[in-house]
């Protein structure tokens, strides 16, 4: 069925989706139709034949008619208002924000202006949200239509980039990014634009900022995505991360000065932080390592302990050091492995947890230490076979002295039979110089093992008063033998010094029987004096006997020295008492002088260290 | 008088022991070797043990680890007699279960007397006697070695 043009352009008219409204060139509606109705609110016969500017808000109807004009004189289908916010109002007076399209017809009455008028209400409270949201943003927001032209700002771009808002708007975005970094941005917005796909860019992403006076800083920018009515705009969010830099800086600096490798691992395990130490413990560029899983570094053996210590790591989120003490073995990039020590923390960072290993080549001292245990072992068997040495020495010395002096013994005690007094003699003679003997093995083995190290002292709290009464008790028969005056002093309390029991009195018993044994007539005495401030204990013993000459003194504490021959002839003893105390001495702490005075007597004194 | 085991692998020191001990009017079982003493002591049931502690077959703490497990000889007095006599040897023996511990050489004025302290009470009070020559039980070494030959003989059998 054919349609008669009249009907079409009706028809056309009211299947439009835009309220339309034709107007005469004076400003007579004309056209009116029902979406127009709804807009407005008024009835189609309240709206023909009437002014135009009864639609138009109370603040344009002046102008209004200029502009219509203006039209008029060049009618080429635009949008009304060139980017000026357009609003109509309804029949109740309220005004809503309108986007208007214009076309002009030619009617037989003459030219009709077509104005397509669409509420944008709901854009426009859509857009002051987004406004909203963009100016609430802690970051600059710079938006960038897909010819790279600015076409969104927030305040705090403006302030970041110091340019106020028109001079940023359409500036190209290059503006904001020096040289340097413009290709990459490129690449990054195209890559956006092409994909259409929002996607944040994260951080990782080492760009600068320019500013108006030219400076640069470090930013970190995000970008996405945005379909909107004009097309793709990429929001670009900026960051000014100087001072992030600078503590990242400082913290780079901090890994490479470290002497250990560090391999930071992320929650995946995947290594995200080395240092140059790493590279060069491990074999690898740097490159080789970051992005692999930190297994790559740590052998199969060790694999579960490092993973769950790993896991333990970032599950607990609590930064807490291992410390030594794991034994784990790290991997080189040719197949071999060390043995390593490894200390963890994590570090809470802005892409989450960041495990880091300090992992230290331990080869070498794990060598050394096993070198000193061999060594150590070593030491213990030969002390051991020394000590063994001395005691079978010892036995093996004892045992024909035992039936020497013991039938000797028994025929002294004349068990086999009667004996004229030459034999008595004879006897005597014998058992005197086996028993000359037995002292000399016993100070042998009593120096070698002082000379080995073998000797066991025990370096403790000792009552010297105690020690000194002793000894003076069971030689003061010898001196009382020889007729000698023997006297002790002690003071009336105790003296503690810091000694080992024996070796003190043996130091005493040599001391004492040395000067019982060399004084033919006169005195030994025995005496335990405490200096002024109870400090330096010191045993000294005197005795009137030949002393000894000038010529002699820095010999007397040597080894088989009998100092004063003529003074010792036929006198027993050992040679050895004298190194033996002056050795022991040492042993203990203390040290034994002498003061004497040829043909007058001697004092031999023990300097002890008081006990704490 | 009482009956002593005494066991010495040095001959020449065994007699020495059993010529004081019989020289005191005890009676001496001598042997020569751990297991030989061993043997003995369950054997003879002596009053008291006078032990060496380096023996050819194994060692004095051997032989008295042994003797204080069999339940038999509860109360057996054992004493070492040894040549070893290095700082700690004493300790060593006495906290090994010994009664008492003798170092040689031995002192021979004093041997018999000191044995006699660990002898049961109502054997004690013996001293070595100078009428020797009218003794007779004269003990030698050859006699000793001879004794001892006899057992090992006896031993292999």
């Known amino acids: ?45 309240e709206l023909l ?14 102008i209004h008619p200029h502009h219509r004009l203006g039209y008029v004189a060049d009618p080429s289908p635009r949008p009304m208002g060139g980017g000026m916010e357009l609003s109509g109002r309804r029949r109740d007076g309220t005004d809503f924000p309108a986007e208007i399209s214009l076309s002009a017809i030619e009617t037989g009455e003459g030219i009709v202006i077509s104005a397509a008028v669409r509420d944008v209400t709901d854009r426009k409270r859509a857009e002051e949200k987004f406004r909203g949201v963009l100016e609430a943003a802690t970051d600059a927001i710079v938006g960038v239509n897909a010819h790279g032209v600015i076409v969104l700002v927030n305040a705090q771009a403006e302030r970041l980039f110091g340019y106020p808002r028109d001079e940023l708007l359409d500036q190209r975005l290059e503006t904001l990014v020096p040289e340097s970094a413009q290709l990459r941005q490129q ?66 600096g901090v890994l490479e000065a470290a002497t250990d490798a560090i391999v930071g691992v992320n929650a995946a395990g995947v290594i995200v932080l080395v240092n140059a130490q790493a590279e060069r413990l491990f074999g690898y560029p740097r490159d080789e390592l970051l992005d692999q899983r930190l297994e790559t570094l740590v052998p199969e053996s060790a694999l579960l302990r490092q993973q769950d210590y790993r896991d333990g790591y970032v599950a607990g989120e609590r930064p807490q050091p291992m410390g030594a003490g794991m034994e784990l073995a790290g991997r080189r990039r040719d197949g071999t492995d060390f043995p390593a020590e490894i200390s963890m923390s994590a570090i809470q960072t802005e892409e989450g947890i960041v495990v880091a290993a300090a992992i230290r080549d331990v080869s070498e001292r794990k060598n050394i230490e096993q070198q000193l245990r061999e060594k150590n072992a070593e030491l213990e068997k030969v002390a051991r076979a020394k000590d063994t040495f001395l005691a079978s020495m010892s036995h093996e010395l004892r045992t024909p002295l035992n039936a020497i002096l013991g039938f ?102 040599n001391l004492v029987s040395n000067a019982i044994k060399f004084t033919d007539a006169g005195y030994v005495h025995v005496s335990l004096d405490v200096g002024p401030d109870g400090d330096a204990p010191t045993i000294a013993v005197s005795d009137s006997g030949p002393g000894i000459a000038a010529d002699q003194m820095d010999r007397i504490f040597n080894a088989f020295e009998r100092a004063g021959v003529v003074a010792a002839r036929g006198k027993e003893g050992t040679g050895l008492g004298l190194y033996i105390s002056h050795k022991l001495a040492e042993l203990v702490g203390a040290e034994v002088t002498v003061d004497t005075s040829f043909g007058v007597g001697s004092t031999f004194s023990v300097v002890l260290s008081s006990a704490p | 008088m ?6 010495d692998d040095n001959p020449y020191n065994l007699e020495l022991m059993t010529y004081l001990l019989v020289a005191s009017g005890h009676t001496v079982i001598p042997a020569i070797t751990g297991s030989s003493g061993f043997d003995l002591v369950r054997a003879q049931r002596p009053d008291l043990v006078v032990l060496d502690i380096q ?79 009218e003794h007779p039980d004269l003990v030698t070494t050859d006699m000793v070695l001879t004794t001892m030959d006899s057992y090992g003989s006896n031993e292999a059998q």
């Open chain 1, 187 to 252: 690449d990054y917005r195209d890559g956006y634009v092409a994909d259409e796909k929002p996607q944040p860019m994260g951080a990782g992403m080492e760009l600068s900022g320019r500013r108006r006076d030219g400076t640069d800083f470090p930013a970190e920018i995000s970008m996405s995505a945005i379909q909107t009515e004009d097309g793709i705009v990429v929001a670009a969010a900026i960051r000014d991360v100087s001072e992030r830099s600078r503590a990242e800086e400082k913290l780079r």
């Open chain 2, 2 to 7: 009482a009956r002593i085991l005494a066991v």
């Open chain 1, 1 to 45: 069925m054919a349609m008669r043009p009249d009907q079409l352009a009706s028809g056309l008219l009211e299947a439009a989706p835009d309220a339309i409204v034709g107007v005469s060139a004076d400003g007579v509606i004309v056209i009116v139709n029902a979406q127009a109705e709804r807009l407005f609110g008024y009835p189609r016969n």
């Open chain 1, 408 to 509: 000797t013994g028994t025929l002294l005690m004349q068990l086999p039979g009667p004996l004229n007094v030459e034999q008595m003699r004879q006897l005597r003679t014998v058992e005197h110089s086996g028993k000359h003997l037995l002292a000399i093995i016993n100070d042998l083995l009593d120096l070698a093992k002082i000379e080995s190290g073998a000797v066991e002292l025990v370096l403790e709290r000792v009552d010297c008063t105690d020690v000194v009464e002793s000894v003076t008790s069971s030689l003061r028969p010898l001196a009382i033998d020889k007729g000698l005056e023997f006297k002790v002093s002690l003071p009336d309390r105790f003296v503690f010094v810091q000694s080992d029991t024996r070796a003190l009195g043996q130091i005493l018993i």
């Open chain 1, 49 to 62: 034949g009437e002014r135009l500017e009864m639609l138009v808000p109370e603040s344009a109807r002046e």
């Open chain 2, 55 to 133: 023996l050819p077959d194994t060692d004095g703490y051997a032989v008295l680890a042994r003797l204080r497990s069999d339940p038999d000889l509860a109360g057996l007095r054992v004493v070492a007699v040894t040549a070893y006599a290095m700082v700690g040897e004493r300790d060593r023996a006495l906290l090994a279960g010994f009664d008492g511990y003798l170092s040689k050489p031995i002192e021979p004025t004093s041997f018999a007397r000191t044995i006699d302290t660990y002898l049961p009470k109502a054997l004690r009070g013996h001293e070595p006697s100078a009428q020797w020559p």
